[in-house]
């Protein structure tokens, strides 16, 4: 085997320029299976870590009837609220905030829009999502009588800080209005959240007339199990029918569609790539075969058999694949380094199409050792498959036919 292998090697050498081809399309597949892989499960990272931080918190409880129809009648009452934060107590948590959002006008000296007023804890807020580190002008809520707002919004309505808004809302007792100083502006990466005012919690209460909340937001500390804490928190809150808890998926369905089905729709890409590649290799190794018709005759002439010409040849294409994967592979890992630290923005296509999904405007792709595994098996997969058919003609040669057709 070790003489057939440099043999080989010997082989592929005495013709540079055609196994610099073939290395090179080899490394190519591998540098594109790689980076697909890399950036899509980037793209589903990204966005719940994006999702997760700035905007959702680790998960939500809210009533059961709220998920189906997100109305006001549907929120949480101050008793379910009560409860739900007594159910959670002794889970190791960072923390929970009370939320509470409704539909809102806010009108500026220069314009009105529609916006989603969010009413928060100031304090609790900070232990279960990021919102504080994300103000870029002015400072966070400090209390009553004041408004953040992202600077998309505040661009649209013309605010500057420390000028004041109107917030009208249409609550309970019909529509209420207050006006609201802009004490900060933020800038999320998650384009739903542009949309979004946010001002204490006491302050929409007062205009909506709900004494609740629309969701508790819970937040988990680093390294700590979401699936189990989202079991444990269901567990116990069994017994309470009216309460529900609302992971990722259930409070982003759209997000559940698109992510169930991209590994799914990457397989097509990776079987033409496959295809483009193995054409590729069979050509090459083929014309190989041809070209080198006489030597093999005198090869088998000489007392080789024709298991080992085809062992060659197909030892050969390995090496090949082995090669083009070590240059794609490194190429393509080290790309998905750079990628992970610096992100791709897409933040003109998302706020034009995918505002609803809640998608942040940075992409971060992923690097992980499982995509070496699978770029792997494809290549050395399509590498086999593609020296199968010259490795056959290699064993079916006869000695004195090969040699007089040479």
């Known amino acids: 085997m070790t003489g057939l292998l440099r043999m080989a090697w010997r082989n592929l050498w005495r013709h540079p320029q055609r196994t610099v081809l073939m290395t090179g399309i080899v490394a190519f597949g591998s540098l594109v299976i790689l980076v697909l892989f890399g950036i899509v499960d980037g793209f589903v990272s990204s966005m719940t870590a994006a999702q997760v931080a700035e905007n959702h918190g680790s998960f939500q409880v809210r009533t059961a009837a709220y998920g189906a129809d997100p109305a006001l009648e549907n929120a949480l009452s ?16 960072s923390g929970i905030a009370p939320r509470l959002e409704v539909g809102a006008m806010l009108r500026s000296a220069y314009g009105t829009d529609g916006v989603v007023l969010r009413g928060i804890d100031p304090v609790a807020e900070r232990s279960v999502t990021r919102l504080p580190e994300l103000v870029v002008a002015g400072r966070y809520l400090a209390g009553s009588g004041e408004v953040l707002l992202s600077t998309a919004l505040a661009g649209e309505l013309d605010v500057r800080l420390g000028e004041r808004v109107v917030v009208v809302v249409s609550g309970r007792a019909g529509a209420k209005s207050r006006a609201s100083v802009a004490v900060g502006l933020f800038r999320p990466t998650v384009v739903e959240l542009e949309r979004a005012a946010i001002v204490p919690l006491d302050d929409v209460r007062e205009l909506s007339g709900i004494p609740g909340a629309t969701a508790l937001v819970v937040g988990l500390p680093r390294g700590a199990s979401l699936e189990r804490a989202i079991a444990e928190a269901r567990r116990r809150l069994v017994a309470d029918r009216d309460l529900a808890v609302a992971d990722y998926f259930d409070l982003n369905p759209l997000a559940r569609v698109m992510i169930s089905g991209s590994t799914v729709k990457l397989i097509p890409f990776v079987i033409m790539i496959s295809l483009l590649a193995g054409f590729g290799v069979a050509n090459t190794t083929l014309y190989s075969v041809i070209e080198r018709t006489r030597e093999f005759g005198v090869m088998t002439a ?72 699978a770029a792997f098996s494809v290549v050395v997969f399509t590498a ?23």
């Not at 101050?78 to 948590?93: F, I, K, N, P, T």
């Not at 809640?358 to 595994?373: D, F, K, R």
């Not at 020296?387 to 036919?401: G, M, S």
């Open 384 to 406: 086999l498959v593609a020296a199968w058919y010259p490795a056959r003609r290699a064993n079916r040669l006869e000695p004195v036919t090969a040699i007089h057709e040479g």
């Open 302 to 373: 000489l007392g080789m058999s024709r298991r080992a010409l085809a062992g060659i040849v197909l030892l050969e294409s390995t090496l090949v694949g082995a090669m083009g994967f070590a240059i794609g592979g490194g190429i393509g890992y080290a790309g998905l380094l750079y990628l992970g630290r610096n992100g791709l923005d897409f933040s003109s296509f998302v706020r034009e199409v995918s505002g609803s999904l809640g998608m942040p405007t940075v992409i971060y792709a992923a690097a992980s050792g499982w995509y070496w595994v």
């Open 78 to 93: 101050s008793e379910q609220l009560a409860r739900a934060e007594e159910a959670l107590v002794g889970m190791g948590l």
